[in-house]
């Protein structure tokens, strides 16, 4: 039925024919109604933005405070006076290049090995079939639960029964293995489909090789999510270095900022400066990986 036969059937009924509505009205209000929608969305994410990188800036204009003016009320956010010769002479207050290698040697090292121990597990329990594979699985994921301190008396006796107390390798021992990143490996090895595993074992490779050779390459994304977060965590580790290492020059940079806290008075603007400097490394790293590391976490779900 087209409009011709329309507007002859509503004259010869007498009833005016239905009006058209104005072009691009609904689509005006759905339009400005998106658009006001952004606006309060990025506002507000400003706002959140803002909120999370306060701290960060009292940090930073702190670095270049005296001592007494850290803590001021109301908050100076523009020091009256720079003292930009805070970071220089914390260099010969402690010994901060010992602290910061001895930081970047257990991140590296913990990272590195989390990665291989947390892909090669993850692989077992993502493309192997064997009995007690999913009930393993959950066993080994449920010590997430467990808090750390709930075991930590035991761990340090062991770690003294075998003299590795005071050594940078009782940290590696007891940091080398996660049960999170065996978790964030195997939600990605999920998304990869199990023919090219098939396909390559009918080539002849072995598990060895698929996970070297076929897997890995694959897991780009997943391996630098993991990566980043083992860096971080074990770079602003406190407790650990804390229990564990007693000598000086094993001391981590977090541990060794605890010089400026005397008995009589604390020296808050050095804190803020060595703080500042062991930040710059992880802004770094999380600045050349935040592409890897953004597609890693939204694709670690996803079967």
Known sequence: MN?????????????????????????????????????????????????????????????VKADNDVFTVPIQWIPKEFHWENFSQIWTDIPLLTYLNNSLFLSITITALQVLTGSFAAYGFAKMQFPGRDALFLGYIATIAVPWQAYMV?????????????????????????????????????????????????????????WARMILPLSKPALASLALLTFVNTWNDYMGPFIYLTDNNLWTVQLGLRQFVGMYDTRYAMIMTGSVLSVLPILVIFLFGQRYFVRGIATSGIK
């Open 3 to 63: 409009t011709t036969t329309l507007r002859k059937d509503s004259t010869a009924t007498g009833t005016p024919p239905p009006a058209a509505p104005e072009p691009g009205r609904t689509g005006g209000r759905s339009g400005a109604g998106r658009i006001v929608g952004q606006i309060l969305l990025h506002t507000g994410l400003i706002a959140l933005a803002a909120a999370i990188l306060l701290p960060f800036a009292w940090m930073m204009t702190s670095s």
């Open 154 to 210: 035991p761990q340090y006796i062991i770690m003294e029964k075998l003299g590795l107390v005071n050594t940078h390798l009782s940290l590696i021992l007891l940091q080398a293995f996660g049960a999170f990143g065996v978790f964030l490996m195997r939600q990605f090895y999920l998304t990869i489909p199990d023919e090219i595993s098939e396909a390559a074992r009918l080539d002849g490779l072995s598990e060895y090789g698929i």
